[in-house]
């Protein structure tokens, strides 16, 4: 089956056209980035550029395939202005269904989102009206990004109304990869928030090193890797984690740190010393405390 494949630089559209070609199908793969002017490798995917807001690069990239999967699209209503947003978005799934419908193609697979319900990044912020939210929940979507997409669909069942063509729209969730697991769901960077959208504004939480120190300006101290901590100079040849600057340090203890109030022992070796830590505290971690970001309902 020869299938054409919109946004196929973005992860949605990087993983369909791997399985598509696995699978044995001609894939044209497409998307605003330049072409590489190389030598193909063998079995690699045909690729071209195009603009699909242009409804004359749309038809062209259409002509001559049985099906289309469309996950071409700007991701989310907080990196571009609204209006670059909506009009990107849905012109190019008019433009797509317009030709797919024209021009004779079978089947189309519009990657819709999971924001169509319109809570995720509402201006006026509302919970769903039940949990777990299913295809039936009402859509009432204020941003350009899920609205965009909620018409998105609106187009789908057009298209199925007044020609043979049979679509589908998919809601994936936030996507991932084994390649930003960790920079997306593992614990913010100290100066970093959370995560970006209306309302966003949390207090990240710091990271506890492996081998925990105390970083002179850490706000948190005891053993976090922030970016705007310095890290203190450690002497040649310590084994164990540096004290903060100013204090002395030894192979297997740390003197007190400047301001703090209690002293660490050797067998506080593996926590260092604690700068401005009250006594009593033993070894508890201390962080700053993460506020979730209002109105963004992603977990």
């Known amino acids: 089956m020869r299938v054409v494949v919109t946004g196929a630089h973005g992860k949605v559209g990087r993983a ?26 063998p079995g690699e995917p045909r690729y071209l550029q195009a603009d699909l807001t242009d409804a004359g690069q749309a038809y062209a990239i259409t002509h001559g395939a049985d099906a289309v999967v469309h996950a071409a699209a700007i991701p989310d209503p907080t990196s571009n202005a609204p209006h670059v947003v909506f009009h990107n978005n849905l012109m190019a799934t008019f433009n797509l269904i317009e030709a797919a419908v024209r021009l004779g193609v079978t089947r189309f697979v519009n990657i819709s989102s999971e924001t169509v319900p319109g809570f995720f990044f509402a201006e006026r912020p509302f919970l769903p009206d039940y949990a777990p939210v299913d295809e039936e929940h009402p859509a009432r979507p204020q941003d350009p990004y899920a609205l965009s997409k909620h018409f998105g669909e609106q187009l789908m069942d057009a298209a199925v109304r007044r020609s043979d063509i049979k679509c589908i729209s998919l809601r994936p969730s936030w996507v991932q990869h084994e390649g930003n697991y960790e920079r997306n769901l593992g614990p913010p960077r100290c100066g970093t928030p959370a995560r970006s959208g209306p309302g966003s504004g949390a207090t990240p939480t710091c990271t506890t090193s492996p081998t925990p120190s105390c970083w002179p300006s850490s706000p948190t101290c005891r053993g976090t890797r922030c970016s705007t901590s310095p890290r203190p100079t450690t002497r040649a040849g310590t084994t164990s984690p540096p004290c903060c600057a100013g204090s002395t340090a030894t192979r297997s203890s740390c003197a007190r740190c400047p301001g703090s109030t209690r002293r660490a022992s050797p067998a506080r070796r593996r926590t260092g010393c604690w700068a401005g830590l009250p006594s009593g505290r033993g070894a508890t971690t201390w962080t700053r405390t993460a506020v979730p970001a209002r109105g963004d309902a992603r977990l």
């Open 16 to 41: 369909a056209v791997k399985a598509l070609a696995e699978a044995g199908h001609e894939v044209t793969a497409t998307d605003l980035a330049r072409p590489v002017f190389e030598r193909h490798d």
